[in-house]
């Protein structure tokens, strides 16, 4: 993970997130992109104003925008002083998750960190909407979500929620992997269940897989039972184990897509107290090329 884009609109809630990466990857080489997209209202109505004080307002919103990523990088600079860090700015006219996708793909981006809001008052949500469509619509590269108010732990407790219902691959995991190894974390594998059952074959035969992966790592299995929702019982999980990161892979029917379409009445309660790391499925063509013979295995599964 050397190439790390932050998307920021200079809130607080935004430099938590840069407070977070800087410290997560204190010593490791990194570069960090750091992104700020504006999508100005330009005039089209004769009545309307073209320019403010001499200056047009796409060039003046822009050259805010350059003002402020320049300031962000100088803050850093001053906090951290770290040599091991370099950063580049990118200002752009564009939607935030089509400009995301075209720098994932530009410079090969590793990974994403973004602030999220959570839920407040009546509009109770699972997560800043910004945070949710960048997660919906991001799918090379894992994103990191950071709580608005979240302040760093060293990540020595990682959790990894699944189901077991689908095969991961090495590729996909790898992110995990990583930060476990990074901080000598313990990775707890939790599932959530409706009432408590055995699992079935191919579920058995998943979980060999990932326990093979982590092999050599310290990890243990929970198996708990579902408390009014998804998203409740991995919040209550996560609290009672004292959870610095939880990690969930982005896939059709995953523990991710159940917790974004629960009604809103289950989880009202939930708000995004954990650093929450989002792995995006590689296909299985991703499988397939990783290692054709676990391939095949999956199939006479």
Same mark, same amino acid.
């Given at each position: ?80 002083? +770290? ?17 995301? !996708? ?14 999220? !809001?959570?839920?407040?008052?009546? &509009?109770? *949500? ?13 799918? !090379? ?15 020595? &407790? ?47 035969? $998943? ?7 982590? +092999? ?7 198996? *708990?039972?579902?408390? $009014? ?10 609290? &009672?184990? $004292? ?6 892979? $982005? ?37 397939? !090329? ?6 095949? &295995?999956?199939?006479?599964?």
């Amino acid at each position: 993970m050397q190439k790390i884009l932050i998307p920021t609109d200079f809130s607080d809630n935004a430099w938590n997130a840069i407070d977070y990466a800087m410290q997560l990857f204190r010593n490791r080489n990194c570069t960090f992109y750091l992104l700020n997209t504006y999508t100005p209202v330009i005039p089209s109505g004769r009545f309307m104003a073209k320019m403010v004080n001499g200056v047009r307002i796409v060039d003046a919103v822009r050259d805010a925008s350059e003002e402020g990523l320049q300031k962000t990088v100088d803050r850093i600079k001053s906090k951290y002083r +770290n040599s091991k860090h370099s950063f580049e700015t990118i200002s752009s006219f564009n939607l935030l998750t089509e400009e995301i !996708k075209d720098l994932v793909d530009t410079f090969g981006i590793q990974l994403i960190i973004t602030g999220t !809001k959570g839920a407040s008052g009546i &509009e109770e *949500v699972f997560m800043g909407s910004n945070t949710v469509r960048i997660i919906k619509s991001t799918k !090379k590269c894992p994103v990191l979500a950071i709580p608005q108010h979240f302040d760093f732990i060293t990540p020595t &407790e990682i959790a990894f929620a699944t189901d077991f219902n689908r095969f991961y691959s090495t590729s996909e995991l790898n992110p995990l992997l990583e930060l476990a190894q990074m901080f000598q974390a313990t990775i707890r594998i939790v599932h959530v269940q409706y009432g408590i059952k055995a699992l079935s074959e191919l579920q058995q035969f $998943n979980l060999n897989m990932l326990r093979r992966y982590l +092999n050599g790592m310290e990890h243990y299995v929970h198996t *708990v039972s579902e408390l $009014n929702s998804v998203s409740k019982t991995l919040e209550l999980f996560s609290q &009672e184990l $004292n959870i610095h990161l939880l990690a969930m892979l $982005n896939y059709q029917h995953s523990y991710l897509e159940q917790m974004t379409r629960e009604p809103i009445v289950k989880r009202t309660a939930f708000h995004t107290q954990t650093p929450l790391l989002v792995i995006p499925e590689l296909g299985m063509e991703g499988i397939a !090329k990783d290692n054709p013979r676990k391939m095949d &295995e999956v199939v006479e599964n």
